[in-house]
């Protein structure tokens, strides 16, 4: 396979080419144009994937058959001018969580490898009302949790950047996909940091929402008090494009919000001129200190928005340990409520890092995770009100480039991620390519800001990655046969 782009602005009938490293952006201003077919684009993502997959393990279940019918669909829709929105005719893949009708959702786990879902999850219902094609279920960590395990039925998913090397996680097969040009975006799930590492170690974009904001109504839980649902993709604005649809209010999802979304139709172009924006060093300097490379992006970014007019000061807010360890009564105890009983009818099923981050749990008292989800709040009331004082807090999404695939990112004072602490706060966080280590590995850097103004967030991502100039790069993967 070799590498190459698809230019937006080429008048010619595009064909793609068999891995079409387009934008969701891109592909849409194309295909309403009529100069691209969606029957094209998804007969080229589906040979990518057959070309590609058995090397980097993205997905679980590809849906040549339905996808191509609903390609055909979206096409003669489109020529007969009933176009639906921006994701009308666009292939995405979706983290093996999200339940499909009629198609099998495992929860990457041999527990559920026979289980079929009688109706989409709330967001996959939307994202086809919008004309997405699905073209299918994507590797994750087991529950959202497990690590990359080799004691599945499956292998877990590879980075694309470099094959030995780990895509994190859990949306370890969605990120992977995307960078590879197996789709053009994905839904992940983010529990600790579950779509911000990726989205770093795979040089993509990703967006945990505000809590409340996408609903989670149809996908396999592990926290229900920390999981969020978001996109990746290739930049910010194609999360953008996707945030547009899935936002909003559900009833089915208890924890859902009811409240108008951000105006995520607008503009994704915003000035840097004025923002106040909050230097978290405490994190990247001492807790958990970043590597050489990840500190000179940053400070590239940083620089880059100063030159535009943005101011910085610096802020502390709660120590990573504060978060984490409130999260140890969440989420393992929700966790173990979830799947306690299936690891201990028969263990042998599940994953030995699922059991182990799970098992905890069991030792979890209702009123200890009371008390943790009451710190939760003191802290996310901490994050408030450094957010008063500025517009945003910026720092990396992880401390280094991708590790060796089998690392256990997760063990104790192993993690080099500065994630968790906004799940457990519940304030929107994003993860953007800004720049890539001496091996070529992608860096990220981490935006978060204030409750409900994702919107602004996606601005900032865009103009960081516009400024860093890192999304005309792509890794390159040989197929099985080349």
């Known amino acids: 396979m070799v590498d190459g782009n ?3 602005s080429d008048t010619t009938q595009i064909m793609p080419a068999s891995r079409p490293f387009l934008t969701i952006a891109e592909a849409s201003r194309l295909i309403e144009s009529k100069k691209l077919s969606p029957v094209e684009l998804t007969a080229a993502m589906l040979a990518a994937i057959a070309a590609l997959n058995g090397r980097l393990h993205a997905y679980l279940v590809v849906l040549e058959e339905s996808a191509m019918a609903a390609a055909k669909t979206a096409e003669t829709e489109i020529m007969a001018g009933r176009i639906r929105g921006p994701l009308h005719g666009i292939p995405v893949g979706l983290k093996d969580l999200f339940d499909t009708a009629a198609v099998k959702t495992t929860g990457n786990s041999a527990a559920f490898r026979d289980r079929v879902p009688s109706a989409d999850a709330t967001i996959v219902a939307k994202l086809k009302a919008a004309g997405a094609i699905i073209l299918g279920k994507q590797t994750a960590w087991e ?3 497990g690590g990359a395990s080799t004691d599945l039925p499956w292998p877990p998913a590879r980075n694309p950047w470099n094959l030995e090397r780990d895509p994190a996680g859990s949306s370890s097969g969605t990120a992977a996909a995307i960078a590879a040009g197996l789709c053009l975006a994905g839904l992940g799930t983010d529990t600790g940091g579950s779509i911000r590492g990726p989205a770093a170690w795979c040089g993509l974009a990703g967006i945990k929402p505000s809590f409340g904001l ?10 229900d008090t920390l999981d969020h ?10 999360c953008r494009l996707i945030m547009q649809v899935i936002a909003g209010y559900d009833p089915a999802d208890p924890k859902s919000i009811d409240r108008a979304p951000p105006d995520f139709s607008a503009s994704i172009e915003r000035t840097a001129r004025g923002l106040k924006i909050g230097l978290v060093r405490d994190y990247y ?5 970043a590597t050489t490379p990840v500190r000179r992006a940053f400070d590239e970014s940083v620089a880059a928005l100063k030159t535009a007019g943005a101011e910085f000061v610096d802020v502390s807010i709660p120590p990573l340990a504060a978060f984490a360890d409130a999260g140890s009564k969440i989420s393992p105890y929700e ?7 299936l690891i201990e009818a028969n263990p042998a099923q599940f994953a030995a890092r699922t059991r182990t981050r799970l098992e905890p749990g069991k030792a979890v008292t209702l009123e200890a995770h009371r008390a943790g989800v009451a710190e939760k709040e003191r802290l996310a009331a ?14 990396p999404t992880s401390s280094e480039g991708a590790r060796a695939l089998g690392d256990d990112s997760l063990a104790p004072g192993r993690s080099p991620f500065y994630n968790r602490s906004f799940n457990l706060s519940g304030h929107p966080a994003m993860s953007v390519c800004n720049g890539f280590t001496p091996d070529d ?3 990220g850097i981490q935006i978060v800001g204030r409750r409900w103004q994702d919107d602004r967030v996606l601005a900032l991502g865009h103009f960081l990655e516009r400024a860093a100039g890192t999304r005309s790069r792509r890794p390159v993967v040989a197929s099985e046969s080349g």
């Not at 300097?285 to 200190?289: L, R």
């Not at 966790?335 to 009983?341: D, E, H, V």
Request: aromatic content about 10%; proline content about 5%; overall charge negative.
């Open 6 to 8: 698809l230019a937006a």
């Open 143 to 145: 529950f959202g949790i």
């Open 214 to 223: 996408v609903s989670k109504a149809g996908v396999m839980p592990l926290s």
């Open 229 to 238: 649902m978001g996109p990746l993709a290739w930049t910010a604005e194609d």
């Open 285 to 289: 300097e001492k807790q958990i200190v």
């Open 335 to 341: 966790g173990w409520k979830n799947y306690g009983a």
């Open 382 to 395: 901490r994050v408030d009100d450094a957010l008063e004082a500025v517009g945003f807090l910026l720092l």
């Open 441 to 443: 590995l992608p860096i």
